[in-house]
């Protein structure tokens, strides 16, 4: 148990220098870390929104507006297809989830149905190979009543859809410049988390995230760009979204507005197969952007959403139907959520705010003191009680601490995990919790001496016997942290994190750095006289 | 070459123990069974104060606006009271928080579902004006707090459960039981005085009772394995003795242990700041509780339920062999 190859010894050496290498930059703040040559990590673990300050927003789509979106649509498609098959019918209605219609004359059924079912489309974007989940199922009651309900599948895909153009929308107004540090995931089926670093007061924010998001076609101005100067009258600025600074000079009373728009659809360009997207405006709409694009071909407009502009493309041809297309530098991806965008004027349905965690800039840096006081104070009172008790094995046991202090700090810090106020706490405790593996070997070891052994045979079965021991005990306790991890929301998560890896590190200090230093120490006193003396 | 300082350490537990735990197991059981039925009653009787996690509603901390360069001034409560009072918003807590410029406010879960809470919230800090910052906001809707109050509950069965089988595995049947009785006490106990003080029980504490389960086992644990590995040492000897004698071996270790436990949680409970107080506290007391419980609870309950004796592999027959050989 006491013999350590060199190779062994090197490495536990390179282990306990290399997480010292990646601890190091987390005790300086950021800005001088940064101006370290590059040879330097530079990487720091990543504070939590409650000690860095932040909002923390977890928002629900209203998947029943979604769905009541659908039916509509539905709806108005059934009926559209009867008419066009001159097929007469009454009681269209959205009853039970479904659309149901009852045909007037029993000869014009099968027609109808046939016609119906011409809706049900099978759902596009499905992963597995012929999958045959379809939008719609078509049914004749028996009480002659035809249903056209919509899938579960449908309503799932719709739903996935609209939280990713959601996402995309969210991020636009939460951060529309890129330089906010803001996250902001899908959480479950419905739902988005938005995590804003920064923020005290989150009524602003909430204000932007929720509003109604507006959608307008603008002429633009000849210079095309704003370049400082008097704003020529009837115009204002925009900023573009592919270009940011870039102030785009436009009309500013609307040539339509997204209440116009009616459908809108990704597609690829036929000829160069670039994504664009296809766009559709009821009678109203198509009429004005009729007249407008016939006396302005070959001059830009400007499609703006949230005030802001998406794309700026030139009139190809006089777009007399009130349907067009816009293409752009969009990627397929872009092209789909910018159609969801467009049809729904950016938001697909409305988000509600059903979780708020704020934590103000203040009470986060209360928090990493207070945190940093409780850890150097329970650190150093550990110390002491330890060398009280254990004599120059506690001084051992201390500098096992010390490294499994550094290696937490390093594998938090490699791993990008995030510590949080509970976290500091988890690292607190892990300390006092991680001597109990030193205090099961040193008591051992008392209890070999006790028995009559001589240093070495105490020492070496003190470790043998403990091990096993100290793996039952940390294993129980890991699978708390294990469970608490998958419980937990942002800061009990971070508790679960440091104390998971505390318990790894605690057991790799114990039987590895501590017990080759006690090796180290016992072969310099056995150098000294035959019988060793433990001071333990 | 002198590599370290030569120093003893000392020894806190006197060598050669023996404190006769056994003796006191029927005290400290019928004790201990009587405090988790009156903690039980507490939990019934008295109801958990739970936090904005569990019951879904506001809790909003404010400071008071500090001077250039000066402190916060203190809080006025009673102006705060009036103003937030009288909005309406049924249930409303005002307090003192940590230091007399914070102040805490509780707002109950609005009816009217998920908006009802942001719309709550915008009152409040409107009426509150502009006097303070917002140091923390929390809100949680009903959707949410329904679904915490579940994975809390599932939480803790499952690491109960996740324990049990892990002793099951490890030890004997009658460990487990006696590791659940103990975990069950820790819990009960726990949630107790949480009850009796009326303490804020939240997400935090959830994940202090789960980090006492870990604690407690891992002491039950300890004291387990030594009782296992005396079992094989002294085949004969009187199952309370060796309970005994297992518990005084283990005994320095356990208090040690806790002892440096304490200390890290005595320094986050006083200087770790008001947000995780009730988490540490919860903590402290569990730390104390499981220690007990893994002497005085899991290993009398061994004794109550017997253990298998042999595990060298030997048969009976063989043994009464070598014990009349023997004699």
Request: charged fraction near 20%.
């Given at each position: 148990m006491l013999h350590f190859s060199p190779f062994k010894m090197i490495s536990i050496a390179v282990l306990c220098l290399a997480a010292m290498f990646y601890a190091?930059?987390?005790?300086?703040?950021k800005a001088t870390v940064e101006s370290w040559p590059r040879w330097l990590p530079q990487k720091q673990i990543s504070l939590g929104l409650d000690l860095r300050g932040g909002a923390h927003l977890l928002l629900s789509m209203d998947t029943n507006e979604l769905r009541d979106d659908m039916l509509t649509s539905l709806r108005a498609d059934a009926r559209a297809s009867l008419l066009r098959e001159r097929i007469g019918f009454r009681a269209l209605a959205i009853r039970n989830q479904s659309v149901q219609v009852r045909v007037a004359k029993a000869v014009d059924e099968p027609r109808a149905l046939t016609a119906l079912q011409s809706l049900s489309q099978p759902l596009d974007g499905g992963l597995l190979v012929g999958t045959t989940d379809r939008n719609v199922t078509v049914e004749r009651g028996a009480d002659g009543i035809i249903s056209l309900t919509l899938t579960d599948a449908a309503l799932r895909k719709r739903v996935t859809d609209a939280i990713g153009a959601a996402i995309e929308t969210v991020r636009r107004r939460v951060d529309p410049t890129g330089n906010v540090d803001a996250t902001i995931t899908r959480n479950g089926d419905d739902r988005i988390l938005v995590q804003v670093p920064g923020v005290d007061d989150t009524r602003a924010l909430k204000d932007r995230i929720g509003k109604v998001a507006l959608l307008s076609f603008h002429a633009v101005h000849q210079d095309l760009y704003y370049t400082g100067g008097p704003i020529p009258p009837g115009y204002k600025t925009a900023e573009s979204v592919e270009a940011p600074g870039q102030q785009y000079l436009i009309r500013a009373s609307s040539v339509v507005r997204g209440d116009d728009l009616v459908d809108a659809s990704p597609g690829f360009d036929e000829r160069t197969r670039a994504p664009e997207i296809n766009f559709r405006f009821n009678q109203s709409g198509g009429r004005k952007f009729g007249t407008w694009t016939s006396a302005n071909v070959g001059r830009p407009f400007a499609i703006l959403l949230d005030g802001q502009v998406i794309s700026a493309p030139v009139v190809q041809t006089a777009i007399l139907g009130g349907a067009g297309r816009i293409t752009g530098q969009f990627t397929p991806e872009e092209a789909n959520n910018l159609a969801i965008n467009l049809k729904s004027g950016a938001l697909p349905a409305k988000l509600t705010v059903i979780e708020e965690r704020t934590v103000g800039p203040t009470l986060g840096a209360d928090s990493i003191a207070s945190g940093l006081s409780a850890f150097a104070i329970g650190g150093i009172a550990t110390l002491i009680f330890t060398i009280f008790v254990y004599g120059t094995f506690g001084l051992i046991a201390v500098a096992g601490l010390f490294i499994n202090a550094l290696l937490i700090i390093a594998a938090m810090t490699l791993l990008g995990s995030t510590l949080t106020l509970p976290g500091i706490a988890g690292l607190v405790l892990t300390i006092g919790m991680a001597i109990d593996a030193n205090v099961l070997i040193y008591e051992r070891i008392r209890e070999e001496l006790r028995n009559g052994k001589n240093a070495v045979e105490a020492i070496d079965t003190g470790f043998g016997r403990a091990m096993v021991t100290i793996i039952d005990s940390q294993l129980t306790t890991l699978a708390a942290a294990l469970i608490m991890f998958w419980l937990g929301s942002g800061p009990i998560r971070g508790f679960a994190v440091t104390l998971s890896i505390g318990i790894f590190t605690s057991v790799f200090t114990a039987v590895t750095v501590v017990r080759l230093l006690v090796s180290l120490w016992l072969r310099a006193e056995r150098a000294k006289s035959r019988a060793v003396d433990v001071p333990i | 070459m002198q590599l370290l300082p030569h120093f003893k350490g000392r020894h806190f537990i006197p060598e050669g123990t023996s404190v006769d735990f056994m003796s006191l197991r029927r005290v400290c059981f019928w004790a201990s069974m009587a405090i988790m039925i009156t903690a039980a009653s507490l939990f019934a009787t008295m109801g958990l104060n739970y936090g904005v996690d569990f019951k879904g509603g506001t809790m909003i901390e404010l400071r008071t606006k500090a001077a250039d360069g000066g402190t916060a001034p203190p809080a006025d409560i009673t102006a705060l009271r009036d103003q937030v009072g009288g909005l309406g918003l049924g249930d409303v807590q005002i307090q003192e928080f940590g230091q007399p410029s914070d102040v805490l406010i509780r707002v109950e879960q609005q009816g009217g579902g998920e908006t009802a809470q942001q719309d709550a919230l915008n009152k409040v800090l409107e009426a509150v004006g502009d006097d303070y910052v917002q140091r923390r906001v929390e809100v949680v809707g009903p959707a949410v707090s329904s679904e915490l109050r579940t994975t809390g509950i599932i939480a803790v069965l499952a690491s109960i459960f996740a324990i049990i089988l892990y002793i099951w595995f490890r030890f004997e049947w009658q460990f487990a039981i006696g590791a659940v009785m103990a975990l069950t006490h820790d819990v009960l106990v726990t949630v107790g005085v949480f009850a009796l003080f009326q303490m804020e029980f939240d997400l935090s504490t959830v994940a202090a009772l789960l980090t006492i389960l870990g604690y407690s086992v891992n002491d039950t644990v300890v004291v387990s394995d030594r009782i296992r590995e005396n079992l094989r040492k002294f085949k004969r000897m009187a199952l309370p003795d060796l309970l005994n004698r297992s518990i005084n071996e283990t005994l320095s270790r356990t208090l040690m242990t806790s002892g440096t436990t304490l200390i890290v949680l005595f320094a986050l409970y006083f200087l770790g700041g008001e947000v995780i107080r009730n988490f540490t506290f919860a903590m402290l007391f569990g730390v104390i509780i499981g220690t007990y419980s893994s002497i005085f609870i899991a290993a009398p309950i061994l004794e109550l339920l017997g253990v298998k004796r042999d595990w060298s592999g030997v048969t009976k027959d063989q043994q009464a062999a070598a014990s009349a050989a023997a004699s």
């Amino acid at each position: 148990m006491l013999h350590f190859s060199p190779f062994k010894m090197i490495s536990i050496a390179v282990l306990c220098l290399a997480a010292m290498f990646y601890a190091i930059p987390n005790l300086f703040d950021k800005a001088t870390v940064e101006s370290w040559p590059r040879w330097l990590p530079q990487k720091q673990i990543s504070l939590g929104l409650d000690l860095r300050g932040g909002a923390h927003l977890l928002l629900s789509m209203d998947t029943n507006e979604l769905r009541d979106d659908m039916l509509t649509s539905l709806r108005a498609d059934a009926r559209a297809s009867l008419l066009r098959e001159r097929i007469g019918f009454r009681a269209l209605a959205i009853r039970n989830q479904s659309v149901q219609v009852r045909v007037a004359k029993a000869v014009d059924e099968p027609r109808a149905l046939t016609a119906l079912q011409s809706l049900s489309q099978p759902l596009d974007g499905g992963l597995l190979v012929g999958t045959t989940d379809r939008n719609v199922t078509v049914e004749r009651g028996a009480d002659g009543i035809i249903s056209l309900t919509l899938t579960d599948a449908a309503l799932r895909k719709r739903v996935t859809d609209a939280i990713g153009a959601a996402i995309e929308t969210v991020r636009r107004r939460v951060d529309p410049t890129g330089n906010v540090d803001a996250t902001i995931t899908r959480n479950g089926d419905d739902r988005i988390l938005v995590q804003v670093p920064g923020v005290d007061d989150t009524r602003a924010l909430k204000d932007r995230i929720g509003k109604v998001a507006l959608l307008s076609f603008h002429a633009v101005h000849q210079d095309l760009y704003y370049t400082g100067g008097p704003i020529p009258p009837g115009y204002k600025t925009a900023e573009s979204v592919e270009a940011p600074g870039q102030q785009y000079l436009i009309r500013a009373s609307s040539v339509v507005r997204g209440d116009d728009l009616v459908d809108a659809s990704p597609g690829f360009d036929e000829r160069t197969r670039a994504p664009e997207i296809n766009f559709r405006f009821n009678q109203s709409g198509g009429r004005k952007f009729g007249t407008w694009t016939s006396a302005n071909v070959g001059r830009p407009f400007a499609i703006l959403l949230d005030g802001q502009v998406i794309s700026a493309p030139v009139v190809q041809t006089a777009i007399l139907g009130g349907a067009g297309r816009i293409t752009g530098q969009f990627t397929p991806e872009e092209a789909n959520n910018l159609a969801i965008n467009l049809k729904s004027g950016a938001l697909p349905a409305k988000l509600t705010v059903i979780e708020e965690r704020t934590v103000g800039p203040t009470l986060g840096a209360d928090s990493i003191a207070s945190g940093l006081s409780a850890f150097a104070i329970g650190g150093i009172a550990t110390l002491i009680f330890t060398i009280f008790v254990y004599g120059t094995f506690g001084l051992i046991a201390v500098a096992g601490l010390f490294i499994n202090a550094l290696l937490i700090i390093a594998a938090m810090t490699l791993l990008g995990s995030t510590l949080t106020l509970p976290g500091i706490a988890g690292l607190v405790l892990t300390i006092g919790m991680a001597i109990d593996a030193n205090v099961l070997i040193y008591e051992r070891i008392r209890e070999e001496l006790r028995n009559g052994k001589n240093a070495v045979e105490a020492i070496d079965t003190g470790f043998g016997r403990a091990m096993v021991t100290i793996i039952d005990s940390q294993l129980t306790t890991l699978a708390a942290a294990l469970i608490m991890f998958w419980l937990g929301s942002g800061p009990i998560r971070g508790f679960a994190v440091t104390l998971s890896i505390g318990i790894f590190t605690s057991v790799f200090t114990a039987v590895t750095v501590v017990r080759l230093l006690v090796s180290l120490w016992l072969r310099a006193e056995r150098a000294k006289s035959r019988a060793v003396d433990v001071p333990i | 070459m002198q590599l370290l300082p030569h120093f003893k350490g000392r020894h806190f537990i006197p060598e050669g123990t023996s404190v006769d735990f056994m003796s006191l197991r029927r005290v400290c059981f019928w004790a201990s069974m009587a405090i988790m039925i009156t903690a039980a009653s507490l939990f019934a009787t008295m109801g958990l104060n739970y936090g904005v996690d569990f019951k879904g509603g506001t809790m909003i901390e404010l400071r008071t606006k500090a001077a250039d360069g000066g402190t916060a001034p203190p809080a006025d409560i009673t102006a705060l009271r009036d103003q937030v009072g009288g909005l309406g918003l049924g249930d409303v807590q005002i307090q003192e928080f940590g230091q007399p410029s914070d102040v805490l406010i509780r707002v109950e879960q609005q009816g009217g579902g998920e908006t009802a809470q942001q719309d709550a919230l915008n009152k409040v800090l409107e009426a509150v004006g502009d006097d303070y910052v917002q140091r923390r906001v929390e809100v949680v809707g009903p959707a949410v707090s329904s679904e915490l109050r579940t994975t809390g509950i599932i939480a803790v069965l499952a690491s109960i459960f996740a324990i049990i089988l892990y002793i099951w595995f490890r030890f004997e049947w009658q460990f487990a039981i006696g590791a659940v009785m103990a975990l069950t006490h820790d819990v009960l106990v726990t949630v107790g005085v949480f009850a009796l003080f009326q303490m804020e029980f939240d997400l935090s504490t959830v994940a202090a009772l789960l980090t006492i389960l870990g604690y407690s086992v891992n002491d039950t644990v300890v004291v387990s394995d030594r009782i296992r590995e005396n079992l094989r040492k002294f085949k004969r000897m009187a199952l309370p003795d060796l309970l005994n004698r297992s518990i005084n071996e283990t005994l320095s270790r356990t208090l040690m242990t806790s002892g440096t436990t304490l200390i890290v949680l005595f320094a986050l409970y006083f200087l770790g700041g008001e947000v995780i107080r009730n988490f540490t506290f919860a903590m402290l007391f569990g730390v104390i509780i499981g220690t007990y419980s893994s002497i005085f609870i899991a290993a009398p309950i061994l004794e109550l339920l017997g253990v298998k004796r042999d595990w060298s592999g030997v048969t009976k027959d063989q043994q009464a062999a070598a014990s009349a050989a023997a004699s």
